[in-house]
């Protein structure tokens, strides 16, 4: 035994206003663009106390609450301003079994500030803010693991949480403030991922908190599952622990028993092998009761029949059968005598798959690093689990053949990267991870991505003005340059590539669609070709230019770069067949995503951060900063509002005596009206980093976001107000 050592660490607090959904003051009503799922919901969070009380959280896409009347999920951190991006990774999400209106969550991304501990008292409508002093990151490595947030059952005002790299902390107030367990005998692992789950043992109060509470470390080699029985004072490591040669991944206690997940990694893309194990909590006997030697994450138990148990393998990519087809990802078992035999639902045609909400991920779409596995204490034939493209719930999980539907309405996660608006067409988006996808309506998921077993992660996209039906995109692999013909309905791959081991990087494509360029993220220079990527050649001899190009929308001979704070205006010359340029000093330290005005040769918009926005126009002869805008992240064009002929102009940034957000100007920079809220600023532009107007829909904006997908608004009633912020 361990005497246990507290320190008090003053932490600073930030309290938030109610934060809800509200009448936006600029009349806009904002949505995500439906797609559905995308990325790694790393954890379902079901209430025991309450029925249909159920929360997800994701690596990078926030926090959701399930919405049983319309079988979908509320998002609840799209309140998080852009300094606050780094809520939208969830590490782990608590509820209070006392006040199950009373929800915590830890959020954090990398080493990005702030880290902090979110706190509820009304399911997540409203939050305050608590900072903390230790690193969380709900994009780790790990992030499977949990859950490391847990309130006590006998004292809700008393919290526990694993950190990453500095062991136990303890709260006594509702997570306002933290001090340390140095009690506990480990404050980091080698892998980075500390604490993985922390477990309170409901029947061990004693009228003032939990007495016995289960910690899992994540590590091999030695002790890796401690115990206390005083409330945190002493820790010892449970007896008869398994082979240290794996880690503890996740842990429930049901009745007298806690059942425990192991792998020989932290997750999710690493683990080989592990095991699972009941422990009995009464008389210290450990029993494996894993089906074989796969690594396991997901444990559920039967709240209503404790033989009812079911397990999920996590990086296994095993045969699954589903009634659309075959594909590969992991092991869903189920066990109806306590597990000593099992069911692998994913073989021998028990799986159906339903994707009428969201028809892009396929009928046979691959459960994988399905990390968590939880069924519905209140229904045992619901069953929910995550997968790293969404999450899957069957509401008929004995049946011999279960279907499960793509339960991803309203939770969207993924990275978009750049999109473009095409006039009488549709907006067409890459996605980190996905390729792209085309939409006519954004209300609506589309039926299929585009270039799905092409690519992966596609980042750059273009179409010829004057050639709308002509599209090319950059992405990751392989050919790395599609082309399109028919607005994305089937691509080509360019024949060749200007140089080797490039990827990714940015496209633009002449009004005409008779030159497309590239700049691959990788490497040296900008690259032209004519004829479809037979051959390329650098755009400018003797100049460097590692930058986006962007094309003029009216001359096809004409594309533009802003590079080490000029701007380069380069035009072809049909007798040298070579590019002339000339250059204008424009400021340093802006983006590159620089904006062309249609139907207006030369004419562009430059977003310069901290130096405003500028505007660049007849070679240089229009060189102007706005004095409207003092910062300006990413600029977009949209549709023009009646009446007139020049486009109406978004931004994110702040007009000088505004705050900061999504504006638009009707009348070229001249005024301003802010167009979203303080309940709708979903982290900033995150790594698109990008605004934009449609060129269909007068008022329509659309902005990447750093994890929560494409969002959109809609102007409704109201002319806006350019008001502060909280």
Known sequence: MIKALFFSFSLFIL????????????????????????????????CPQEKNL???????????????????????????????????????????????????MSAGLYNYSPSSILCSNDYGETFTRNDV????????MGRNNGERLAVDPNNGQVLFCGSRAAGLWKSTNSGVTWSKVTALPVTTTTNGNGISFVVFDETSGNGTASQKIYVG??????????????GGTTWSPITNQPATTLMPQRAMKAGDYLYMTYADAEGPWNPTRGAAYRYNTKTNVLTSIAPDTSPYSGITVDASNPDVIMLSTINKYDKQIWEGGTTTGDNIYRSTNGGTTWTNLSIGKHLKADITQNPWIGTKPQLHWVSDIRIDPFNPERVMLTSGNGLFMTDNISATKSTWTFQVNGLEEMVPLDMVSIPNGPFISVIGDYNGFIHTDPAVSPVTGFLRSAMGTTTGIDFAENNTNFVVVSGSSKSKVYYSTNQGATWTGVTTLPVSKAASGNVA??????????????????????????????LLNGITLKSRPVTDRVNPDKVYAYYAGNMYECTYNSTTSVYDYFTVSIGNGGSNIIRAVPESSGDLWIPLHSGGLKRYARQGTVNTKLTSVSVCNAVGLGKAVVGNSYPSIYIWGTPVGGVLGIHRSDDMGVTWTRINDDAHE???????????????????????TAGRGIVYGDKTTGTGSDTGKR
């Open 509 to 538: 494509v002449s009004a005409d669609g008779g030159t497309i360029y590239w700049y691959p993220k990788n490497g040296v220079n900008t690259y032209y070709t004519k004829d479809k990527g037979n051959t390329w050649k650098v």
């Open 217 to 230: 470390v994540s590590r091999i080699g030695s002790d890796n599952v401690y115990v206390t029985s005083n």
């Open 682 to 704: 979903f982290g900033g532009p995150g790594n698109g980093n990008y605004v934009m107007g449609d060129r269909n829909v007068t008022g329509r904006a659309f902005m990447s």
């Open 133 to 140: 002093s230790f690193q969380i990151n709900g994009n780790g």
């Open 54 to 104: 159920i929360y997800a959280r994701t690596d990078v896409g926030g926090a959701y609450r399930w919405m049983e009347a319309s079988k979908s999920w509320k998002p609840l951190v799209d309140w998080a301003s852009r300094g606050e991006s780094t809520f939208l990774g969830i590490e782990s999400i608590a509820i209070d079994p006392s006040a199950p209106n009373k929800v915590y």
């Open 15 to 46: 309290s938030i206003l109610p934060i809800q959904a509200q009448p936006n003051a600029a009349g806009y009503d904002w949505k995500s663009v439906k797609i559905g799922g995308g990325g790694f919901v790393t954890a379902i969070i079901t």
